[in-house]
Structure formats: C-alpha cells, structure tokens
C-alpha cells in the first residue's frame, strides 16, 4: 500500500470529525505498515515460494462383504431375531400353511366341499409343505462363493483380496536415488488446480481406476525438507496434499508400467516411511 500510514491517518481524521487518532493506535498503524512490506504475498508471488507442491490421492477400495460377527456381536444378532420372532405377525405364507392343515382337517371329517377347489379353475393344488421342501432341496444344492481366496490374499496387486476390509492403494516412486511407496502423487503444474493434479496422479497410472474423489478440499498434507546438500535459495522442501478418492469401477487388468499394491491400513507401516506413515494415519479411518 503506497504511503499507507498517511492514508490510514487521514482515514481516522476525517471519520472522528476532525478529531487526530490517539497516540495508542499510532504505533499500531506503524508496525502494521512495517508488516505488510515485508510478508505482503502478493509483491513476493507464489512462484518465489520454496515450497515446492504435490498432491497425492488417497484411494480407497471400500468393503465388499461383511465383516465376521465378533463373539458379542454374534449373540446380540440371536437376540435381535428372536426379539423379531416373537413379536411378529403371522405372515402370507403361514396363514396358508393354517389353510392348508384346516382344509386336510374338513377333508378327513367327511364335510369337505369339492365345488371349493373347483372354484379355482382346475389348478393343481400345491401343498405349502411342498413349497417348503422345494425350498429346502435348493437350500441343500446352493454353495455360497468363498470369503477368502486363498491365490488372492497373496497377491498384494489383486482386488479381490480381503474383501471385509478396505485397502488403500500404494505406487512405486523414484525419489531422489531411491524407490519410495506412497500413495500416487504428482507435482502440481501452473494452471490447475491441487484436485486436478491428484486426478493426474491418479491417471498416470496404466491401471484404469475409475475413482469419485470426495472433496475439493485437501484431507491432510505432509511437509518435508530436502537434505542441506539438495536445498537451494529457491527450493527447501516438499508438501504433498492428500485428497481422498473411492474406487468406483476397475476395468479389466492390464499390464502396468509402475507397480501398485493394495494394503489395508495394518499392512502400510511395513511400507511408508515413519515421518509419512505419522501424517497419512491423521486422516485415515479404520473399517
């Protein structure tokens, strides 16, 4: 602000009626002054920052059956249907069943009526026990898919393991001279925006995860300093945004060029780093 303190002095002039500004509220305009010159960010600009920005996403690939009933679970479950059971009503299929016996009842008395059955139109007569038992040969015949497949919980690139649990996704990444998993991440580029640059990360793999990320807010950011030897005027560090993504559709696998893996939260820390582990952990939830 040019010449600001004369400014705002003659703000204060004329809105007091002539009246100067005590002498308390001078040092205050002097050192507000003194501030802005030095940390105004818009003289500096965000190109002279020595914060060099990323966003990274975090890609979650939610429960697809139910978890297992603990102990407790599993008896306050028992309790719940038999609280249902004996205070329901009498359904459609147990009224019949009541029909059913009434009209073997009426039939073995000698008081049966042939015209009601004709009334039906010549349908056969299918028993409600009949039904039962058709149900429960079926119910024999059915074999339910597995919860665990034993080829997939060994493969840490397949979808289909641990399927009662959410998995997060990892890629690998050449930092500096060494090969780090994170979460996917790329380097934001003028123009776009920090969700747009974890889109990118995100499609920079030749995997197609179709993904819904859930804001455009950040979820949690990790910030670091380069060592002394690769620090510069112009650069000190990195900090890496996190959105976070669902995994709403994978089309069929193809060959990658940059491995991945999918790991539940209990399987990152032999992965991540300490200092990221710490920063992911604020913002993930456990399933």
């Known amino acids: 602000i040019p010449n600001s303190s004369s400014f705002l002095y003659k703000e204060l002039w004329d809105k007091n009626t002539g009246m100067m500004a005590s002498r308390a509220v001078i040092p205050i305009l002097s050192q507000f002054r003194r501030t802005w010159s030095k940390n105004n960010v ?10 060099r920005l990323l966003a990274a996403v975090c890609l979650q690939r939610l429960p697809v059956i139910s978890a297992k009933c603990s102990p ?18 009498i359904s459609d299929h147990e009224m019949r069943l009541l029909e059913d016996v009434e009209r073997l009842r009426r039939k073995q008395a000698g008081d049966y009526d042939s015209d009601e059955e004709d009334s039906r139109g010549g349908q056969e007569i299918v028993l409600s026990q009949d039904l039962e038992d058709m ?8 074999e339910p898919a597995p919860r665990v497949r034993a080829d997939a919980e060994k493969d840490l690139t397949s979808l289909e393991r641990c399927m009662a649990d959410s998995l997060l996704l990892l890629s690998e990444h050449q930092v500096g001279d060494k090969k780090l998993w994170l979460m996917p991440q790329s380097e934001w ?19 197609d995860f179709k993904a819904t990320f859930l804001s455009n807010a950040p979820c949690g950011v990790y910030k670091y300093k380069l060592p002394k030897g690769a620090r ?30 999918w790991l539940k939260k209990s399987e990152l820390e032999g992965y991540l780093k300490p200092a990221y582990m710490k920063n992911v952990e604020r913002f993930l939830i456990d399933q």
Do not use: Y
């Not at 818009?42 to 914060?51: A, E, H």
């Not at 407790?72 to 009503?89: A, D, G, T, V």
């Not at 149900?135 to 059915?142: G, V």
């Not at 580029?189 to 995997?207: K, V």
């Open 42 to 51: 818009f003289c500096q600009g965000f190109t002279t920052s020595p914060w």
């Open 189 to 207: 580029q003028e123009g776009e925006t920090l969700r747009q640059t974890a889109e990118r990360a995100l499609a920079s793999l030749s995997a």
């Open 232 to 261: 510069t005027d112009s650069l000190i560090g990195m900090k890496v945004f996190f959105f976070k993504a669902v995994l709403s559709h994978r089309a069929p696998p193809a060959s990658t060029n940059k491995p991945f893996l």
């Open 72 to 89: 407790i679970e599993q008896q306050f479950k028992e309790m719940l249907q038999q609280m249902e059971l004996e205070k329901s009503l």
């Open 135 to 142: 149900w429960e040969q079926k119910l024999k015949n059915f």
